[in-house]
T-cell receptor, first 115, second 109 residues
Framework: NAGVTQTPKFQVLKTGQSMTLQCAQD?????MYWYRQDPGMGLRLIYY???????DKGEVPNGYNVSRLNKREFSLRLESAAPSQTSVYFC??????????????FGSGTRLTVV | RKEVEQDPGPFNVPEGATVAFNCTYS??????FFWYRQDCRKEPKLLMS???SGNEDGRFTAQLNRASQYISLLIRDSKLSDSATYLC??????????FGPGTRLSVLP
């Protein structure tokens, strides 16, 4: 039972380079999320997808794009990386109850450094 | 005011001690509340949900005060393995979660 799988685990980019972070879940969850975590800032929501075919901006969407390719996969793209995007990125998915979303399952994270 | 605020810590306590963490949230419409645990360089993992009536899971007790928009986590008989960062989590209109900055706990032998 893989849960949420993120790739890559580590990445170093030069300023201006682009890359895509991949995320896949095998729990048949409708909702998926991308967060970034910086020291002292906690986790901040970048984008989320409540269902296949829909995406919405979170708290810090600038500089990122996302694609909900199908129910399983939700990718995050940095078109032109900047040093301010150096962070740890977490993908998550959640199941829903009749009263809203239930707890997240996180992937193991991607440590991105932009030099 | 930040949406979710927590004691910054760190809390350094001896084994066997009781420690309590506090959290306040600003969105009075929030309906779901959780505590997550995050080990160093790992992903957050769900520790427990927080219910209006309060709930207990072994050595862990969570309390919610909706009127004061306040959540707490009590850990009794602390173990070395409890050393981690504890994240207070609140839902955002049922669409996603807002995380507090975390409180770091170190349990000392």
């Amino acid at each position: 039972n893989a849960g949420v799988t993120q790739t890559p685990k580590f990445q170093v980019l030069k300023t201006g380079q682009s890359m895509t972070l991949q995320c896949a879940q095998d729990m048949n969850h409708n909702s998926m999320y991308w967060y970034r975590q910086d020291p002292g800032m906690g986790l901040r929501l970048i984008y989320y997808s409540a269902s296949e075919g829909t995406t919405d901006k979170g708290e810090v969407p600038n500089g990122y794009n996302v694609s909900r390719l199908n129910k399983r996969e939700f990718s995050l793209r940095l078109e032109s990386a900047a040093p301010s995007q150096t962070s740890v990125y977490f993908c998550a998915s959640s199941e829903e109850t009749g009263e809203g979303i239930y707890g997240y399952t996180f992937g193991s994270g991607t440590r991105l450094t932009v030099v | 005011r930040k949406e979710v605020e927590q004691d910054p810590g760190p809390f350094n306590v001896p084994e066997g001690a009781t420690v309590a963490f506090n959290c306040t949230y600003s969105n009075s419409a929030s309906q779901s509340f959780f505590w997550y645990r995050q080990d160093c360089r790992k992903e957050p993992k769900l520790l427990m949900s927080v219910y209006s009536s309060g709930n207990e899971d072994g050595r862990f007790t969570a309390q919610l005060n909706r009127a004061s928009q306040y959540i707490s986590l009590l850990i009794r008989d602390s173990k070395l393995s409890d050393s981690a960062t504890y994240l207070c989590v609140v839902d955002n209109y049922g669409q996603n979660f807002v995380f507090g900055p975390g409180t770091r706990l170190s349990v000392l032998p």
